[in-house]
């Protein structure tokens, strides 16, 4: 079956520094992957779509000079939080879409804990 | 608009039916879908309905489409402990993205 990762699992950061998490397709490629964020007790976020070899597109109101977004290659993205916040604790999940037919697959998430 | 309305919260006993509602405001909506969350877990897709079905059964869960009112439902037959979760409706837009509903948690005791 079609399997995402997602590196770290749980990730705990000072204030000020930045995180990298990455998504992988394990064994299939994906020119599209997408990154949600998820607060406690609510539902997932679309942040951003990430484009292999292209610019990703944020969604309003998530600021792309916070969350560096690469897709350079068709089976990893990685999310950058940077200059992170105890408010930018969540839980972060992505989604690669399979080439060859569409289809969509989530990965386990990433829990970030900004101390 | 992008609002996906679930109710918050269901409590069902076990071996009862439960049944999830969900309404949706894009009608060129593709497909939609139901995802489950357990603590602490990524979403784990259930089953998923194409935008001209009415209905659609998979074992024992049962997906209702009304397009008119814009209404999704999750029906879980013998509902099992094992099945109290987060229970996410999702839309699928023309760009591959998706639109979560604010999600209902199922809860089934004994």
């Known amino acids: 079956g079609a399997v995402v990762s997602q590196h770290p699992s749980r990730v705990i950061c000072k204030s000020g520094t930045s995180v990298k998490i990455e998504c992988r397709s394990l064994d299939f490629q994906a020119t599209t992957m997408f990154w949600y964020r998820q607060f406690p007790k609510q539902s997932l976020m679309l942040m951003a779509t990430?484009?292999?070899?292209?610019?990703?597109?944020?969604e309003q109101g998530v600021e792309k000079d916070k969350f560096l977004i690469n897709h350079a290659s068709l089976t990893l993205s990685t999310l950058t939080v940077t200059s992170a916040h105890p408010e930018d604790s969540s839980f972060y999940i992505c989604?690669?879409?399979?080439?060859?037919?569409?289809?969509?697959?989530f990965g386990p998430g990433t829990r970030l804990t900004v101390t | 608009g992008e609002d996906v309305e679930q109710s918050l919260f269901l409590s069902v006993r076990e071996g009862d039916s439960s049944v999830i509602n969900c309404t949706y405001t894009?009608?060129?909506?593709?497909?939609l879908y139901w995802y489950k969350q357990e603590p602490g877990a990524g979403l784990q897709l259930l089953t998923y309905?194409?935008?001209?079905?009415d209905m659609k059964q998979d074992q024992r869960l049962t997906v209702l489409l009304n397009k008119k009112d814009k209404h999704l439902s999750l029906r879980i037959a013998d509902t099992q402990t094992g099945d109290s979760a987060i229970y996410f409706c999702a839309e699928k837009w023309s760009t591959d993205k998706l639109i979560f509903g604010t999600g209902t948690r199922l809860q089934v005791f004994p």
């Open positions: 309905i194409f935008s001209n079905m």
């Open positions: 989604s690669a879409i399979r080439d060859r037919d569409y289809e969509q697959y």
């Open positions: 894009d009608s060129s909506s593709t497909y």
């Open positions: 990430s484009n292999e070899g292209s610019k990703a597109t944020y």
